[in-house]
């Protein structure tokens, strides 16, 4: 669905992305994570065609994206924050003015509140409403055309844990009727709950992608082990070495009160990677 070749882009001297490359393939849901300024939002306007690479090509289902006009840019769903809502208008009146703009049946915009569980605010003023809400809305603009690919630049950002299940559960809903999903995050929870895929983006190079899976299988080398004992005391040793040694004499000495794997995180893999934390304390 997506074919991403070789981008570069650069801010005057600042050299925001370096040849990225990665493809999509349909009806699954890839993450790019990484830090603030790490290129993500820049990345999602390249490959949405809201802003040209300096060097590569963007594909969105076989099209260049720089090429795409008018209604079939409709093919895809955009949601980023700067894609403000007009604050006066109620959200059903917001919807209308955007079905106007891209040629979608009115009637869709009833049916679009109710896909995101607004049904019931269709008469508040987008000034009005929640941040939940609002980035409800914002998905409700994006999903109302039911485009085959939908792009989400941090789609849950400052939501509470609420609002962000309700936002998670609509995308994975669009996701299991076949529908390709490319999101931003510097959430890795959401990303391992989420994501089919993850790309690791750390100053405009991708340092790592897979399966959130196979990646923390991948970076298990020390393969810890956590322990509480019966004195209460919790430890944690390595499968290898003197640390072996030890567990097996407390297993043997029945001092074991509970047991568990340790493996590494997204958040730990980045940090490995690049000596830096995803997300801020
Ligand atoms: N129009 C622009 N002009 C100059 N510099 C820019 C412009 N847009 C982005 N940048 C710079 O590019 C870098 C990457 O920005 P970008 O917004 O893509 O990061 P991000 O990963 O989305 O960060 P965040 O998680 O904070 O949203 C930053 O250093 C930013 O200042
Ligand atoms: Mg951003």
Redesign the pocket.
């Given at each position: 669905m997506i074919s991403c070749r070789n981008v570069s882009k650069s801010?005057?001297d600042?050299k925001?992305l370096n040849k990225i490359n990665f493809d999509v393939p349909e009806g699954v849901i890839v993450g790019l994570l990484?830090?603030?300024?790490?290129?993500?939002?820049?990345?999602i306007k390249i490959l949405t065609g809201q802003l040209l690479s300096d060097e590569g090509k963007v594909e969105v289902m076989d099209r260049d994206v720089t090429k795409l006009k008018g209604a079939d840019k409709n093919r895809f769903g955009i949601m980023m924050d700067q894609f403000g809502f007009y604050e006066r208008f109620t959200c059903s009146e917001n919807l209308k003015v955007f079905a106007d703009i891209y040629g979608i049946p009115q009637s869709k915009v009833t049916d679009s509140l109710k896909d995101v569980g607004l049904e019931g605010a269709s008469k508040i003023k987008a000034s009005d409403l929640s941040k939940g809400m609002k980035a409800r809305l914002l998905l409700a603009r994006a999903l109302m055309h039911s485009p085959k690919i939908i792009f989400l630049?941090?789609p849950t950002s400052g939501l509470d844990p609420k609002s962000m299940r309700a936002i998670h559960e609509i995308i994975l809903k669009r996701k299991k009727e076949g529908c390709t999903v490319f999101l931003?995050t510097?959430n890795m929870d959401e990303a391992a709950m989420l994501c089919d895929n993850v790309m690791l983006?750390n100053e405009g190079t991708i340092v790592e992608n897979g399966s959130p899976e196979e990646l923390c299988r991948k970076y298990n080398r020390d393969k810890k082990i956590k322990v509480s004992l019966s004195d209460g005391v919790t430890k944690e040793f390595k499968q290898m070495g003197q640390d072996k040694h030890e567990l097996a004499d407390l297993i043997s000495k029945g001092m074991i009160e509970t047991i568990h794997s340790e493996e590494p995180t997204l958040e730990t893999i980045f940090l490995e990677l690049t000596g830096k934390k995803l997300q801020e304390d």
């Open positions: 801010f005057r600042h925001v990484g830090p603030s300024g790490a290129g993500k939002t820049t990345l630049d941090e931003t510097h983006l």
